[in-house]
């Protein structure tokens, strides 16, 4: 079964300080994936997305995520945290070549940034 | 406006009542997909939406529960017989119609069942 899961729940994190969300999958194929990102109040926002070639790819607000197919695992990171990053993180995954099939996305990730 | 719109933006109903919610999504997108986001449980799938092909509903999580999109463009999703398990936010999101191409969500519709 397809399936995405993001381990932690909530992660405190002090500003300054380096951040990775942790994301795992179950696909049945190659996979398209991505992180959105919804802050209080607002509607979710895509951060990043992988769907081929360089595993590690850069999105928006300096955030990062490598792709690693052993692991089935794309994690998000940002070296230095800033307090505006407090928001709720979702992992999605979707197919490579099926034309518009919908996402399955993770339970998320509260992020708190403390000063 | 570019984005995708959904009204109303918060809901009160009564147990047993039905509800209408309503998507507008981005002029052109051929796509068009509704989620549920429940505390603790993500975002939930229940309905997509592509061209004129038959909708997928294998997310609707009973019968209460239906879709329509009208023209192509609005979508609306309808609960009957609302129960307190369906309070969440409705959320929908449209896009080009390929799976590479990233969703575009609204804020959402907050269905508080009481």
């Known amino acids: 079964a397809q399936s995405v899961t993001q381990p932690d729940i909530h992660i405190t994190v002090s500003e300054g300080a380096s951040l990775e969300l942790r994301c795992n999958y179950s696909?049945?194929?190659?996979?398209?994936l991505f992180w959105y990102v919804q802050s209080p109040g607002q509607g979710l926002q895509l951060l990043l997305k992988y769907f081929s070639g360089d595993t590690l790819v850069q999105g928006i607000k300096g955030f990062e995520a490598e792709f690693k197919r052993s692991q089935s695992s794309f994690n998000l990171r940002k070296p230095s945290v800033h307090w505006s990053d407090a928001a709720e993180y979702f992992c999605?995954?979707?197919?490579?070549?099926?034309?518009?099939?919908?996402?399955?996305f993770g339970k998320g990730t509260t992020l708190s940034v403390s000063s | 406006g570019a984005g995708v719109s959904q009204s109303p933006s918060n809901k009160v109903t009564e147990k047993g009542k039905d509800v209408e919610l309503r998507c507008d999504p981005i002029s052109g997108h051929t796509a068009l997909y509704w989620y549920r986001q429940s505390l603790g449980q993500g975002l939930e799938f229940l309905i997509y939406?592509?061209?004129?092909?038959?909708?997928?509903k294998s997310g609707l999580p009973s019968d209460r529960f239906s879709a329509e999109r009208t023209g192509g463009s609005v979508s609306t999703l309808t609960i009957q017989r609302t129960q307190q398990e369906d309070s969440a936010v409705y959320l929908c999101a449209s896009n080009g119609g390929q799976g590479m191409s990233p969703l575009h969500f609204g804020n959402g519709t907050r269905l508080t069942v009481t």
């Open positions: 939406f592509q061209g004129n092909s038959a909708p997928d």
């Open positions: 696909y049945g194929a190659t996979p398209y």
């Open positions: 999605a995954v979707g197919p490579h070549n099926q034309a518009g099939t919908a996402l399955i």
